[in-house]
C-alpha cells in the first residue's frame, strides 16, 4: 500500500504564497499521475491540477497563471505553488496518486492524502 502525507497549508494574508507538497512512500510502485484537489465548506471537491509522469499539466481555469503543480521522481513528491492567493482559494487541499506497481503495469490504483487546510484571510 502506498501513503501520501501532505504539507505545507497554513494561514496567508491575500496576495500571499504557499507551497504544498505530497510525499509517497512504499515500494515497488511509480506514479503515473499527480494532481491536487480542494473542497470548501459547503462545496463539492473539484479538482485543482494535475500532472503525469511525463510532465504534461493541467489547471483549472479559476488558477490558471497563480498555480504551479510540479513533481520529483526520483524523491515520489508532488508540489503545488501557490501564488496571489485570493479568500476563495480557501479550502482544504487534497493530493491524488494514480499508481501503476512495478508487478502489474496495467492496474492502476488511486491513493489520497490525509488533507491540508488552506485559508486565505486577511
Known amino acids: 500500500q502506498v501513503q501520501l502525507v501532505e504539507s505545507g497549508g497554513g494561514l496567508v494574508q491575500p496576495g500571499g504564497s504557499l507551497r504544498l507538497s505530497c510525499a509517497a512512500s512504499?515500494?515497488?510502485?511509480?506514479?503515473?499521475?499527480m494532481g491536487w484537489y480542494r473542497q470548501a465548506p459547503g462545496k463539492e471537491r473539484e479538482s485543482v491540477a494535475n500532472?503525469?509522469?511525463?510532465?504534461?499539466?493541467n489547471y483549472a481555469d479559476s488558477v490558471k497563471g497563480r498555480f504551479t503543480i510540479s513533481r520529483d521522481n526520483a524523491k515520489n513528491t508532488g508540489y503545488l505553488q501557490m501564488n496571489s492567493l485570493k479568500p476563495e482559494d480557501t479550502a482544504v487541499y487534497y493530493c491524488?496518486?494514480?499508481?501503476?506497481?512495478?508487478?502489474?503495469?496495467?492496474?492502476?490504483?488511486?491513493?489520497w492524502g490525509q488533507g491540508t487546510q488552506v485559508t486565505v484571510s486577511s
Open positions: 491524488r496518486a494514480d499508481v501503476t506497481y512495478y508487478i502489474n503495469i496495467n492496474i492502476i490504483r488511486a491513493y
Open positions: 512504499g515500494s515497488h510502485f511509480s506514479i503515473k499521475t
Open positions: 500532472i503525469t509522469s511525463y510532465g504534461s499539466t
